[in-house]
Each structure stands twice: as C-alpha cells, then as structure tokens.
C-alpha cells in the first residue's frame, strides 16, 4: 500500500488544460476582432469567466473521493434528464436547436452535462454487469442508459451533441470487456443508418439523376419488400447454423441483420432529420453543390486552415476571421482561426497538448482502483477524444459539421464546465488510486 498526498495532482493533465484554456482565451480574443483590429465582441471576457469557474469545479472534484458520488450518481442522471425535458418544454431557441436554459446572454445547455451524468451513471451499470456485459441482453439493456438522453436531445433538435453520446458508449462497453463483434454489429449498424439516410440525397445532390437500384433506399415500399428478404435471409442461416453447426452461417445471419437493422431504421432516421441536417451531410461530400448557404462554412474553413502554411500569418493577422468569413467562428470553427494565424505548427501543438491528456487519461483508467473508477476515467477518456476528433475533422473538412465544440479552446461556458468536470473526476481517480 502507498500513501498519497492530496496535493498529487496529475501534473501532466494540469499542465496541458491551463495551456489550452490559455490558447481558447487567446483565440476566442482574435475572433472577436474586425478587420480594422476594432473589437467587435467581448466573448473573452466571458471565456475567463468561464475558464476561472471552472478550474474552481476541477479543483473541487479533485479533492472528493470518488467513490462518494456513486451514491448520487442516478439522482444526478435523473436530475440531467429532467432539466433536457425542461429545456425541450421550455428553453431558448438558438440557430434553430431548443437547446439553452437562462436569461440574455446567461444560459446553460444541460445537454452536456448529460454526457457526464450518463458517463457516471453507465460505469455503474458495467461495474454490475461484471463479465455479463459480454452477453447481448446486458450490452442492449445498458445502451437504454444512453438512447434515452440522445433521443431527447435529437427532439431539440441537436443532432451533433447526440452523437457524441455514441462513441462513448462503445468506449466503455470495450474497456469493460465487450466482445468485439457486439460493438462492430452496433457501431457498423449506426454507419449505415446514416448512409442510407443519405443515399437518396447524395443521388439528387451530388450524382444529379436517378440511379434505378437506389430506390430501395427512397420508396418506402420496395424498402419494405428488401427488408422482408434480408429478414428471410438472416432466418434461414441461423436455421442453418442451428440444424448442420456450421459456422458461416452465424456471419450470414450477422450480416443480414446488419443490413436489415440499418435499411429499417433509415426509414425513421429519414423522418427525425431535418433538411438543413442532411445538407450538412450532403456538402460533407461536396461543399459546392451550395457554396453560399450549407457548403459555406466548410470552403471558409478549409480556406483558412490551408492559408494558414506552416508558421501561420500571425497571432491576429488571420483574414477570414476578421472578415468575419467564418460563421459560428469563435464555438464551432475556432479550430481554423488558430490554424490560419498559428499555422501548421500551432495545429501540432494543440494535438500535442489533447495527446497528453487522452494518453494520460488512459493511464488512469488502466491504473484506477477499482473497475467503477476505470470505467469513469475511460467514459471521459473518449468524451475529450470525440469533441476533438469531430471539431478538427470539421474544421478540416474530413467530417459532417455537427456543432461539436472544442473542448476548453471554443467560446462557451457549458462546454467548458463539462471539460473540466471530467478532468477533475480524472484527478479525483489519479490522486485515490491507491489502497490506503
């Protein structure tokens, strides 16, 4: 057994959110700026507000053993449920999402404090769960944990919030020892929800005529009549595999009902997503079939990203921002203006600096006391991890814009609470790591 100190902060981890809280500052300061160098908004100024409340919120759960929230942990997902409802019923609609509860230019967005809440209380769930969570009824019956939150938050309508929810699902169902097959059966199922819902806009969009064999995917009947034949497929091999144990006939049946599962729930996919959400897929494929309207954030954003070289224009010497190019500039794509006024060489620094703190993250949640805390310190883990994959693939033009800030460098207090919240229940598992 080894003592700690309750001053055994994880050095690393500190270091590298005081460095990007440093730069979101900065940045969230530049996107502020005209293009005379005339202040045009005091966002900053609310961002260090946000940033020192913050810090105070990390340092507090630091200090908390862990163990004492998991009492509290389903009256806290209970509690973010209820404020969702609240703000489906009663909140402020911003850019079209009914997503914000509060008063002028005070508000929150229980939605990301849902991802902490639903975090939490599924490592609960896995630590009961033990080793059954390799079987299909407990890996279903805990997804419900998460398909709650997503669907009321896909009512608002927040498409890309829901999705994070996503990523860390399958996270900790790997880490708690899932079977593989499980996760790509469900990750794989998502993928082609999407592309199916996709397809019969790409075919209008993109390829510009009708293509015959892709009208399963917009007639409703002949989708019925494919789905009714997968469904036999699927039926016939897992009568085969039952009857003659061969096991060909498990991955046919597996197949099937991949497709089956994904060409079905496209149907209501279909009906959930508004339009200007699937042009925001559509233009993830080609920005020019609408370069003034959906497609212009992503050329403005590429723009800046590539003007920005190696080293970069200069701390405030960016154009597209102070030309205010780049809608949503100082939240979703804040990303561009640093790689427009830092460069290539600012853009690896920033990667450098979310590397230290996923590595260090899976450090604690390989080394965590016991497997509640393991599973927490995994959830964060892949929350940071999918907030910086999807802001930087959009910025880049890689992936969908989905509204996906980033974490501890965009504008927002919400986000950034949600951040750091995580980062201190990370303390909180690093400092009580050892038996004492």
């Not at 530049?30 to 946000?50: A, D, F, H, N, T």
């Not at 469904?231 to 497709?259: D, E, T």
């Not at 992503?298 to 597209?320: D, R, W």
């Amino acid at each position: 057994m080894r003592s700690r100190s309750i001053f055994a902060f994880d050095v690393y981890i500190l270091c590298a959110t005081l460095a990007l809280l440093t730069v979101g500052i900065l940045f969230v300061y530049s996107s502020g700026l005209g293009s005379g160098g005339e202040p045009l908004s005091r966002e900053y100024v609310r961002q260090i507000i946000w940033a020192v409340s913050g810090l105070i919120i990390l340092v507090c759960l630091s200090f908390v053993q862990y163990k004492s929230l998991r009492p509290w942990v389903p009256y806290v997902y209970v509690a973010g449920l209820v404020l969702i409802l609240f703000t489906l019923l009663f909140g402020r609609v911003v850019n079209g999402t009914r997503a914000w509860l509060g008063v002028g230019i005070l508000g929150i967005q229980p939605s990301e404090f849902m991802k902490i809440a639903a975090i939490m209380v599924f490592a609960v769930y896995l630590e009961r769960a033990g080793a059954n969570i390799q079987r299909i009824p407990y890996l279903a019956a805990g997804s419900v944990l998460f398909l709650i939150p997503m669907a009321m938050i896909l009512m608002q309508p927040d498409f890309g919030t829901a999705s994070v929810f996503f990523p860390i699902y399958l996270g900790m169902c790997y880490m708690a020892g899932a079977r593989v097959r499980h996760l790509v059966f469900v990750g794989a199922s998502a993928l082609l929800i999407l592309v199916f819902t996709m397809l019969p806009a790409w075919e209008i969009y993109i390829h510009g005529s009708r293509i015959p064999a892709f009208a399963v995917f917009s007639n409703p009947r002949i989708k019925l009549l494919v789905l009714a034949g997968l469904g036999a497929v699927a039926l016939v091999a897992m009568v085969g595999l039952l009857m003659l144990k061969r096991g060909y006939f498990y991955w046919i049946a597996y197949a099937m009902s991949i497709l089956a599962l994904s060409l079905g729930a496209s149907l209501g996919a279909r009906a959930a997503i508004r339009d200007y959400q699937l042009m925001r897929l559509v233009v993830f494929m080609n920005p020019y079939v609408d370069p003034r309207g959906a497609g212009w954030n992503v050329i403005q954003s590429v723009t800046a990203v590539g003007s920005g070289g190696i080293a970069g224009k200069g701390f405030l010497q960016g154009t597209q921002s102070h030309y205010q190019y780049l809608p949503e500039q100082s939240t979703d794509f804040i990303f561009s203006i640093l790689a427009e006024e830092w460069g290539f060489a600012g853009t690896l620094l920033i990667f450098g600096l979310f590397l230290v703190i996923l590595l260090r993250g899976l450090y604690i949640a390989g080394n965590a006391r016991d497997s509640f805390a393991g599973f927490m310190a995994s959830g964060i883990v892949a929350m940071i991890f999918t907030h910086f994959a999807v802001n930087v693939g959009m910025a880049i033009g890689v992936m969908p814009v989905a509204g996906v800030p980033l974490f501890l460098v965009s504008y927002g207090g919400s986000s950034m609470w949600t951040a750091l919240a995580g980062i201190g229940i990370l303390m909180s598992i690093y400092q009580h790591r050892y038996r004492y």
